[in-house]
């Protein structure tokens, strides 16, 4: 029973002496840490000024009346309505829309390269017949032309092509283009974490490695 309380006491002691030896040796690799870490949001930030553009927006709002409720003003949650809500705003991101629109606004790509870079996108607001529709460009003003162009020529083309089942009317303009930037801090700080984190779980490695190689070696 001595011999096993012994074993424990020696067991817990190494122990302890092991934890402090990791920490010391952890310590003494503090400023490679922090250079990781440094190096890592300066990698970032750099990342981002490379490959990253700010963004360019603009949206506006069309309603959608079916036809059989021309006069009614509150809006109707049927399941047609609804449906009828969802296709007219599935029916602004189909080539027969965005074509057009391409082809007025001079731009070098298709209604499938629109929609799969996410140019052109569409959101029925809750509980309404209201479709939000936000126009996504690489600069201001192609971004300001793309939404105007869309807005005039959404509206008819997809009545047209709901064969009159119901009216599409643009309820709010095309707004100012919003421009947001970006976040250099942001990168820089997801930079410095990864740079922090990685060069943190090497030294550890390395420091457990060292120190209990040699352990394990001397007590076969």
């Not at 192609?142 to 064969?163: F, N, R, Y």
């Not at 030294?203 to 070696?217: G, I």
């Amino acid at each position: 029973m001595e011999q096993n309380n012994k074993a424990i006491l020696d067991f817990d002691e190494d122990m302890e002496l092991d934890l402090r030896k990791l920490i010391s040796n952890i310590f003494k690799k503090k400023f490679w840490i922090i250079g990781a870490a440094i190096l890592g949001m300066v990698a970032g930030i750099g990342f981002a000024k490379l490959t990253k553009k700010p963004t360019y927006e603009a949206n506006f709002a069309m309603y959608i009346m079916p036809e059989k409720d021309e006069k009614q003003i509150m809006p109707d949650e049927s399941a047609d309505v609804i449906l009828k809500v969802n296709t007219a705003a599935e029916l602004l991101k189909s080539g027969e829309v965005l074509d057009e629109v391409i082809k007025n606004a001079n731009l070098e790509m298709d209604a499938a390269q629109m929609v799969r870079n996410s140019n052109v996108k569409t959101a029925v607001k809750v509980s309404t017949q209201i479709v939000e529709v936000s126009v996504v460009m690489p600069n201001e003003k192609t971004t300001a032309e793309v939404a105007k162009i869309l807005a005039e020529i959404a509206p008819e083309k997809i009545t047209e092509l709901m064969k009159g089942e119901a009216t599409v009317k643009v309820v709010t303009a095309p707004g100012k283009v919003r421009v947001t930037p970006v976040s250099l801090k942001s990168f820089g700080l997801k930079g410095f974490m990864a740079g922090f984190g990685l060069s943190f779980l090497i030294v550890v490695a390395l420091a457990l490695f060292d120190h209990q190689y040699p352990k394990k070696k001397s007590g076969e």
